[in-house]
């Protein structure tokens, strides 16, 4: 069998997709690439543009006209049209509506075909809710991760409060990380769920460098068993 050479971390909202794969892919000289910038990116590109978050606005016309960059910076991560949304993607509120948006077939095939193309000369870590099971279902090595909603829920909640967003609270931000995992978990197109050859991984009592140190493990040990040279 010929192995794709993707690291596919999948698991629900909060559960620390982004940042762990971003450290394991820093120390394992791999490219990192965040999937849930993209579709966070085209919902605020389309608020921009008055554009009601719609199967019919958001088509493949208006995702064809769109210039995509997806960079390496954690400053400029994320480019439409020469526009940089890093910091506006990680707006609260930008959450939901990639929700939404990331149910629309013609947005699911737009990025998974330039997920694809980013990943066609050199091995990376690649996070999301479908990577293992839609976008990359040959991926040499799949882990699904995941945490309790309540940690999820402070974890996220000190992020926000890191950025300076103080005004919400824990029960908001609870509820919204329950209300995604009911949305991802039931939508009809690729829904978020554990690829049957992926690995569990649950982060709810690990220290951080537990978590990566585990990461690691797995990806080696996938590697070696799928002779894929890192």
């Known amino acids: 069998m010929l192995y794709e050479t993707v690291v596919a971390i999948d698991g629900p909202s909060g559960s620390g997709k982004s940042s762990i794969a971003r450290d394991l892919a820093s120390d394992m000289g791999l490219l990192y690439v965040d999937t849930g ?22 088509n493949k016309p208006f995702l064809d006209s ?20 890093t910091e506006s993607i990680r707006e609260h509120h930008i959450s939901s509506l990639a929700s939404k ?24 870590v690649m996070e999301g809710r479908d990577i293992g099971t839609v976008v990359f279902p040959k991926a040499f ?19 926000l409060r890191e950025k ?22 039931k939508r009809a197109l690729a829904p978020l769920k554990q690829a049957e050859d992926a690995k569990k991984l649950d982060t709810t009592d690990l220290e951080y460098k537990e978590v990566l140190d585990e990461l690691k493990a797995i990806v080696l040990k996938s590697a070696r068993e799928k002779n894929v040279e890192l």
């Open 37 to 58: 910038s993209m579709f966070r990116a085209l919902a605020v590109v389309a608020l921009e543009r008055g554009l009601k978050l719609t199967e019919d606005d958001i």
């Open 66 to 85: 769109l210039a995509l960059e997806y960079g390496t910076s954690d400053k400029e991560l994320i480019k439409i049209d020469g526009k940089n949304l």
């Open 101 to 124: 948006i990331s149910g629309f077939t013609a947005v699911r095939e737009f990025l998974a075909d330039f997920q694809r193309n980013l990943v066609r000369k050199k091995i990376c």
């Open 141 to 159: 090595c799949k882990i699904y991760l995941t945490a309790s909603d309540k940690t999820r829920a402070e974890r996220r909640l000190k992020q």
């Open 164 to 185: 300076g967003q103080v005004t919400y609270k824990f029960e908001d931000i609870l509820r919204d990380v329950k209300e995604r995992d009911e949305n991802d978990s």
